[in-house]
DNA sequence: CCTACCGATCGGTAGG
DNA sequence: CCTACCGATCGGTAGG
């Protein structure tokens, strides 16, 4: 969201001069880049990163889309590497979060903290400027192998809140495949909607979720 | 699974000179490469694309997994792109046949023809030496709007035998979630298992199956 | 299908 | 964070 606001800055500048400006326009001098502009990079990378995968997005998109010159991502980060690793980690604290206050909110009912849990992974997946998750699910073996290891305890944290819901509603008889090749295919059906969903159009993430619990659970 | 013979046979070939003998192992004159180097850059790209992706394979890697040259790939193949819209179209053919034979094979009953739409997908997703489907599902976005358009006339027709099934199950009270939202969801839980499924431990794809119709299906 | 090659692009850096 | 730049790599091609 910063990132696209600077960019729209960026362009609402009349352009009445033969050369244009070169970087972002000015501010203020109390305004000082207390590592906002990190931010905007990592947004900017994130949607980049989305939209036309890693290995296909330049250094250069991405300096261009937060306003920057092409050597200036790396002020901010070490490699192009380190930029996909910030951006899927972030993305897994913010996910984390948000299932964390989703089943702070919910009740002990079973069905309940499940759809809980499914309404969370699609505000993830699908919120405004979310680009973050589905990066990382999608450029996963972009990653090299250390780093990669480094995201899983991550992602084990975040699966496991699962674990213990679909137990209950395994030992109720509302899900009748074994628990952990059912948070696999659970997991994966939300996941792929990043393929399909179109937030502007059709279905809203409640009856997304409705439909798959309806899928998911008996009775 | 022609190309992985013809791997074996160049790995098979005893090192005893210095220099490697450059390209593929001579065959018999009569044996003409009618096609079939062709179709071995096709399994090569398939290979490479899915493991590394399209845009961080390069040319030269499929070319040397192959046994050629440098710049033999575009011999065959107008360009980089053309050849993964080969691999995609090629493994669109083969499941859509695939999907065919399970469904001529299955009976009448909406179960039993569910349950063959599952494992004949999870064959063409994890059947040996079938790249093919797993490249097309994750490299979507780095084909040109024109091929796009193309393959998804194939793509609907592959979707377009779950219709039928997934409307008995939902009219016997077997499926409650909107049939085109369980299709979505169902497609994306068995899609997800390129992520996670390894043939080589664990469970079989006929647990795989048998789990993924528990889970959707009542009763 | 190989040889030899080109033009363009890319990640990254030194120095300010 | 910009300027100016480098070395490496890459898709693709001409000619055989």
Do not use: C
């Given at each position: 969201m910063k990132a696209s606001e600077s960019a729209a800055a960026v362009a609402a500048?009349?352009?009445?001069?033969?050369k244009r400006p070169r970087g972002r326009p000015r501010k203020t001098?109390?305004?000082?880049d207390d590592g906002n502009r990190r931010k905007e990079l990592l947004q900017a990378a994130a949607r980049l990163f989305r939209r036309k995968g890693f290995a296909a997005t330049t250094t250069r998109d991405i300096a261009a889309a937060a306003g920057?010159?092409?050597?200036?991502?790396f002020y901010h980060f070490k490699s192009k590497n380190a930029l996909l690793y910030a951006v899927m980690e972030e993305g897994m604290q913010s996910a984390i979060a948000r299932q964390a206050d989703a089943l702070a909110m919910a009740g002990a009912d079973a069905a309940e903290r499940m759809r809980s849990l499914v309404r969370a992974h699609f505000d993830t997946l699908h919120?405004?400027?979310?680009?973050f998750i589905p990066v990382m699910l999608y450029e996963?073996?972009?990653?090299p192998a250390r780093q990669r290891t480094s995201l899983a305890q991550l992602q084990a944290d975040y699966e496991a809140a699962w674990t213990p819901v679909l137990q209950a509603l395994h030992a109720d008889g509302?899900?009748?495949?074994p628990v952990k090749l059912s948070r696999l295919l659970i997991l994966g059906a939300l996941n792929w909607s990043?393929?399909?969903?179109?937030?502007?159009?059709?279905?809203?993430l409640e009856d997304l979720a409705d439909a798959a619990v309806l899928l998911f659970l008996k009775e």
């Amino acid at each position: 969201m910063k990132a696209s606001e600077s960019a729209a800055a960026v362009a609402a500048i009349p352009d009445t001069v033969t050369k244009r400006p070169r970087g972002r326009p000015r501010k203020t001098v109390d305004e000082r880049d207390d590592g906002n502009r990190r931010k905007e990079l990592l947004q900017a990378a994130a949607r980049l990163f989305r939209r036309k995968g890693f290995a296909a997005t330049t250094t250069r998109d991405i300096a261009a889309a937060a306003g920057m010159q092409s050597g200036s991502p790396f002020y901010h980060f070490k490699s192009k590497n380190a930029l996909l690793y910030a951006v899927m980690e972030e993305g897994m604290q913010s996910a984390i979060a948000r299932q964390a206050d989703a089943l702070a909110m919910a009740g002990a009912d079973a069905a309940e903290r499940m759809r809980s849990l499914v309404r969370a992974h699609f505000d993830t997946l699908h919120g405004p400027g979310n680009d973050f998750i589905p990066v990382m699910l999608y450029e996963h073996r972009s990653l090299p192998a250390r780093q990669r290891t480094s995201l899983a305890q991550l992602q084990a944290d975040y699966e496991a809140a699962w674990t213990p819901v679909l137990q209950a509603l395994h030992a109720d008889g509302r899900l009748r495949a074994p628990v952990k090749l059912s948070r696999l295919l659970i997991l994966g059906a939300l996941n792929w909607s990043v393929q399909w969903f179109d937030r502007k159009k059709g279905a809203s993430l409640e009856d997304l979720a409705d439909a798959a619990v309806l899928l998911f659970l008996k009775e």
